[in-house]
């Protein structure tokens, strides 16, 4: 039971990475992109290619992970932005059109790394410590440089313009920034992250498989709620913006150590999609529920005053 905890606490780690990418175009741009599911298959892909076909070092096949993602939030963005497609169907069209892409990038639905060099078997090699508790440790540092230089990005002209146009963009426009493109800029870069996530995971768990981005979008969504609905839990309510980001991460731990906990109960992983979909209901649903309680008891308050 440990060593599984463990290991949703790994996943959950290298998973963030993909959630602070859906948290940028989500939360600060209001845009559930689809094309999440497309870009982690896609970096996941684009990192087995190159360890295997081409026998690059795993930290240039991260590196390519990141562009390849990045180009394509790029299509989804020129969709969005140049020819005025709307936001969700352009990423439903980058996200169709990746599977495809994917293939002819791997020539087969899926590629093991088993006999291949990758960051984590180095560490592991260089340190002695085990593949897992390497994973581990790796997570921790991968996801904390990710929030530390995505807070000062956003801290940044450009990175503040970009909020600001997921704020009020008739406001930002009318100061001169081209919001066409802060939004190309935030969905590159949200999906270059995610493409980062799907190269970690692929070498984390040895395979890049054709599917193994479904369900990325909903696990993103689970995730960023859940970390809400912690901070709010706790006390004085966490609002700033490196809480927000350190609180997306904190709900993909949650979210994978709630899968755990359930396929050690005896759950059949065919179900895992169904539980995915009640983890997004309910993380959604009592915040709205919270709220409203809230309301009840000021109302009820000023009712006796």
Not at 145 to 150: D, Q
Not at 233 to 244: A, E, Q, T
Not at 253 to 272: C, E, K, P, S
């Amino acid at each position: 039971m440990l060593t599984a905890l463990s290991g949703a606490v790994s996943q959950g780690l290298l998973w963030g990475v993909a959630v602070l990418g859906v948290f940028i175009t989500y939360k600060l741009l209001d845009i559930p992109d689809l094309t999440a599911d497309g870009s982690l298959a896609l970096g996941g892909c684009v990192c087995a290619a190159v360890i295997v076909n081409m026998g690059m070092d795993p930290m240039f096949a991260l590196l390519c992970s990141f562009a390849a993602g990045a180009v394509a939030g790029g299509v989804t963005g020129l969709l969005h932005t140049r020819f005025e497609i709307p936001a969700i169907l352009a990423g439903i069209l980058t996200m169709t059109s990746l599977w495809s892409i994917n293939l002819r990038i791997m020539g087969k639905s899926n590629v093991p790394l088993l006999k291949c060099d990758t960051i984590f078997s180095r560490l592991s090699d260089l340190t002695g410590l085990s593949q897992s508790t390497v994973t581990l440790l790796a997570g921790v540092v991968i996801a904390g440089v990710t929030i530390a230089i995505m807070y000062w990005f956003f801290g940044t002209e450009i990175g503040s313009a970009l909020r600001a146009t997921g704020n009020n963009e008739q406001m930002i426009r009318a100061l001169g920034v081209n919001t066409k493109t802060t939004k190309l800029i935030a969905l590159m870069l949200s999906n270059g992250l995610i493409g980062l996530a799907g190269g970690l995971i692929c070498q984390s768990q040895k395979y890049a498989d054709i599917g193994m981005g479904t369900g990325a979008i909903v696990i993103g969504l689970a995730a960023i709620v859940i970390g809400e609905v912690l901070g709010q839990l706790m006390p004085g309510k966490l609002r700033s913006f490196s809480s927000r980001l350190i609180s997306a991460v904190a709900g993909s731990i949650v979210y994978f150590l709630i899968r755990a906990v359930v396929l050690q109960m005896g759950m059949d992983a065919n179900d895992m999609k169904v539980l995915s979909a009640i983890i997004v209901a309910l993380a959604l649903a009592i915040p709205v529920g919270m709220r409203r309680s809230r309301q009840r008891r000021e109302y009820t308050k000023g009712g006796e005053a």
